[in-house]
């Protein structure tokens, strides 16, 4: 167990010097954040293992002797450590980063490359944050880790850079009810769970996922081919249906709109928000002004408060709001965040939340 307090301890596996030696000065930028080794290899990093144990491994993909999903469901059924998933992400490689998912990894994060000062800056934002929300992260014989993070010295920008405040007085019934549902650490799996238990035509739903840019691609196209609704990843000016997922890509903001009786997204460039982009507090707060009490609002497993400022205009503008449970978040905080802010309606464990958005929705119909 991390101690409260203590730095959360890392050990970086990847076969190239110079992506270890820039994890390295990134991570180790981090108050909160010790690198206690290197591994050019799932060989090598055994050996470290068995000198020290981290709280969290980044691990590469592609290495030789051994690839890296190998070795993590290795490590998932002999001695479970959160994994954070480190790799270049060509869209080729996209596939084998799902099974890392499916295997066991907390998180996915892009190789750092050296570029200008405001992409480092933002490469710096998503791989520390990564890997302390791992830390929190419940694994099994893992459960109850505690690691205090607190310190956020970069700015952190709000839904004002991308919208307006949304209008004070609560919207009207007056359109389909429409779900935007926001997510980040754990959440791959757990969007897997609550759309499979959702009928083919439910109503539409829009949803924000932490995750790399590409990734979003391939995400929405498993989700897809398992579940039995329209699963995509959302383009600029796609329209929001019944039966019809739209997944937030990658690098890109995603906002609610709506023309007359019916709703669309659009697809928006702009800085981080909340630390993310695509941020949820953008998505939900889009919906509080576009949709008002026709809308739904979820929250599940993730850390940071990303979406709770946005829950709480959704709740505001009369919408219907539901969080994920501590019990069954990989990491509760953006739920807690919400519910701490008293705008969640029903709070219910993740096989109960798609059960939650049918019946919402039946009583806004």
């Known amino acids: 167990m991390v101690m409260r307090g203590k730095k959360v301890k890392v050990l970086i596996v990847d076969d190239s010097a110079s992506v270890r030696q820039t994890l390295s000065a990134i991570l180790e930028s981090d108050p909160e954040i010790e690198v206690i080794g290197v591994a050019s290899d799932p060989f090598v990093a055994a050996r470290r293992l068995a000198e020290a144990m981290p709280d969290v491994i980044t691990l590469d993909v592609e290495m030789p002797r051994m690839d890296g999903i190998t070795f993590l469901k290795k490590l998932m059924s002999q001695r479970p450590i959160p994994v954070v998933m480190c790799s270049s992400l060509v869209e080729a490689g996209s596939q084998t980063l799902q099974q890392a998912l499916e295997a066991g990894a907390v998180d996915i994060i892009l190789k750092p490359s050296v570029g200008v000062a405001e992409h480092l800056a933002e490469a710096k934002i998503h791989i520390c944050d990564a890997v302390k929300a791992a830390a929190k992260a419940r694994l099994g014989a893992n459960r109850g880790r505690v690691v205090v993070v607190s310190h956020q010295p970069e700015k952190k920008l709000s839904a004002d850079v991308m919208l307006p405040p949304p209008p004070s007085r609560a919207m009207a019934k007056t359109t389909e009810t429409v779900v935007c549902i926001g997510a980040s650490t754990g959440g791959t799996e757990s969007l897997r769970e609550v759309l ?170």
């Not at 996922?209 to 897809?224: D, G, I, V």
């Not at 576009?290 to 829950?311: F, L």
């Open 196 to 365: 499979q238990a959702l009928p083919a035509d439910p109503p539409g739903i829009v949803i924000v996922q932490h995750m790399p840019e590409k990734f979003t691609t391939s995400f929405a196209a498993r989700l897809n081919s398992l579940c039995a609704m329209e699963v995509k990843e959302a383009e600029d000016g796609d329209a929001v249906l019944r039966g019809r997922v739209l997944i937030a890509p990658g690098n890109r903001h995603t906002v609610l709109e709506r023309s007359g009786a019916r709703y669309h997204v659009s697809v928006k460039d702009g800085p981080l928000v909340s630390r993310h982009r695509p941020s949820v507090d953008v998505l939900f707060r889009s919906a509080a002004a576009a949709a008002g009490s026709n809308a739904i609002g979820v929250i599940m497993t993730g850390m940071g408060d990303d979406g709770a400022h946005g829950m709480q205009e959704m709740k505001q503008a009369g919408a219907f709001t539901i969080a994920q449970d501590e019990a069954t978040s990989i990491v509760f905080g953006m739920p807690k965040e919400a519910i701490a802010r008293g705008c969640v309606d029903r709070v219910l464990p993740l096989q109960s939340i798609a059960s939650g958005i049918l019946h919402a929705a039946a009583r806004r119909s």
